[in-house]
């Protein structure tokens, strides 16, 4: 009888263990995927932003404490 409830307490710290495991994955990926949501977000302000400079670069018209700290 002893290994058989030894055997139940196993397969319960297993049973509990698993779902331990799946609760942190399913966090895991919600956070990965939000974190994959925010860096496009950010990648396309950036790009948006390097576009804006550029056409205004490009008019002639240079954002002059943009452009010249970088030839300063």
């Given at each position: 009888?002893?290994?058989?409830?030894?055997?139940?307490?196993?397969?319960?710290?297993?049973a509990?263990?698993e779902?331990?495991?799946?609760?942190?994955?399913?966090k895991?990926?919600?956070?990965?995927s939000?974190?994959?949501?925010?860096?496009?977000?950010?990648?396309?302000?950036?790009?948006?932003?390097?576009?804006?400079?550029?056409?205004?670069?490009?008019?002639?018209?240079?954002p002059?404490?943009?452009?010249n700290?970088?030839?300063?």
């Open positions: 009888m002893h290994s058989s409830k030894k055997l139940t307490e196993q397969r319960q710290v297993l509990a263990d779902r331990k495991r799946e609760f942190h994955e399913e895991r990926n919600e956070f990965e939000y974190a994959e949501e925010d860096n496009d977000e950010q990648t396309e302000r950036t790009r948006e932003s390097t576009e804006q400079w550029r056409e205004f670069h490009y008019d002639g018209m240079n002059s404490h943009e452009y700290r970088h030839t300063a």
